[in-house]
């Protein structure tokens, strides 16, 4: 069974799963940063196989590349090896999140060759 911590977001996530206590001041396993009361995100299982937070935006960021990728995937993401564009993975993950909920997954990206871009972005 999936589960969620937060108030249930659109997504699978929410829809399917469990929702389940939020482990305030575990650290996100993306972004390394503690989760806060008020923040939202599932859980993945780390190398070591123990069940680790993230924060929704973290997981989204993961597979859909930083802020820098989105941004000038040529500059950041080739010449200076940062798709976050210089900022945080936290800070770049909120970005993203916001991009992608304000353009929709329909928006002029999509008729990129998307998945040969993001691939090696991450
Ligand atoms: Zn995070």
Same mark, same amino acid.
């Given at each position: !069974?999936?589960?969620?911590?937060?108030?249930?977001?659109?997504?699978?996530?929410?829809?399917?799963?469990? %929702?389940?206590?939020?482990?305030?001041?575990?650290?996100?396993?993306?972004?390394?940063?503690?989760?806060?009361?008020?923040? %939202?995100?599932?859980? !993945?299982?780390?190398?070591?196989? %123990?069940?680790?937070?993230?924060?929704?935006?973290?997981?989204?960021?993961?597979? !859909?590349?930083?802020?820098?990728?989105?941004?000038?995937?040529?500059?950041?993401?080739?010449?200076?090896?940062?798709?976050?564009?210089?900022?945080?993975?936290?800070?770049?993950?909120? !970005?993203?999140?916001?991009?992608?909920?304000?353009?929709?997954?329909?928006?002029?990206?999509?008729?990129?060759?998307?998945?040969?871009?993001?691939?090696?972005?991450?």
């Amino acid at each position: !069974m999936i589960e969620f911590f937060g108030d249930p977001w659109p997504s699978g996530i929410c829809d399917e799963g469990r %929702q389940v206590t939020t482990p305030i001041n575990d650290d996100c396993e993306l972004c390394g940063e503690g989760i806060c009361d008020q923040d %939202q995100g599932s859980f !993945m299982f780390g190398l070591d196989g %123990q069940k680790k937070p993230v924060h929704r935006e973290c997981s989204l960021r993961s597979v !859909m590349g930083g802020i820098g990728h989105w941004n000038n995937h040529v500059a950041w993401c080739i010449d200076r090896h940062d798709p976050d564009g210089g900022y945080s993975y936290r800070e770049s993950a909120l !970005m993203v999140w916001d991009l992608i909920h304000e353009l929709g997954f329909n928006a002029e990206y999509s008729t990129r060759p998307f998945d040969q871009i993001w691939r090696t972005c991450l």
